[in-house]
T-cell receptor
């Protein structure tokens, strides 16, 4: 199947700093990518949908100024968590759509101290 | 979004078949049925999807009821590596972009005993 990578796989940062997570579709081009967040023992929650070359669409309750999404090319989307706080600690997972199937990255574990 | 209902958990013995049920009584005519699974601390993995007919691939089989209000994911011989949370999700194929994305429920946690 199609491969989606994420970098970094884990990151620990101090409160107030910003963290950037990259998501790449390795063997296909994706006009649409998705960002999810997953807290412990909970299911994935969709944060936003990004389309290449246009602004991301955020789900209700997700602050667009805090979670900056850039989808600059057909194979790369980035999520920047700005001024991170401990409550932002979570497992962030990206996904890319190929035809009618979504493929997911391995996730990024963010811990904010 | 049309919702799905799955049992919270199921147990299976290694090398035995596993039938994971999913109810989706409000499914629309344009909803695909998707199955994903998630191992601990990993992103979800695509398993299979279908619209009306039963589907088979190297990972599993998907049996879809004639009225499409329920489906069953079949793992023919469970292994310890199949222990995961399995998600049954409906996606409307008419929509692209921000619509038609995958919305995850709680899924079924499958345990496999050696």
């Amino acid at each position: 199947g199609a491969v989606v990578s994420q970098h970094p796989s884990w990151v620990i940062c101090k409160s107030g700093t910003s963290v950037k997570i990259e998501c790449r579709s390795l063997d296909f081009q994706a006009t649409t990518m998705f960002w999810y967040r997953q807290f412990p023992k909970q299911s994935l929650m969709l944060m936003a949908t990004s389309n290449e070359g246009s602004k991301a669409t955020y789900e209700q309750g997700v602050e667009k100024d805090k979670f900056l999404i850039n989808h600059a090319s057909l194979t790369l989307s980035t999520l920047t968590v700005t001024s991170a706080h401990p409550e932002d600690s979570s497992f962030y997972i990206c996904s890319a759509r190929l035809v009618d199937t979504q493929y997911f990255g391995p996730g990024t574990r963010l811990t904010v101290l | 979004d049309a919702k799905t209902t799955q049992p919270n958990s199921m147990e299976s013995n290694e090398e035995e078949p596993v039938h994971l049920p999913c109810n989706h009584s409000t499914i629309s005519g344009t909803d695909y049925i998707h199955w994903y699974r998630q191992l601990p601390s990993q992103g979800p993995e695509y398993v299979i999807h279908g619209l009306t007919s039963n589907v088979n691939n190297r990972m599993a089989s998907l049996a879809i009821a004639e009225d499409r209000k329920s489906s069953t994911l079949i793992l023919h011989r469970a292994t310890l590596r199949d222990a995961a949370v399995y998600y049954c999700i409906l996606r409307d194929y008419l929509y692209g972009g921000s619509q038609g994305n995958l919305i995850f429920g709680k899924g079924t946690k499958l345990s496999v005993k050696p």
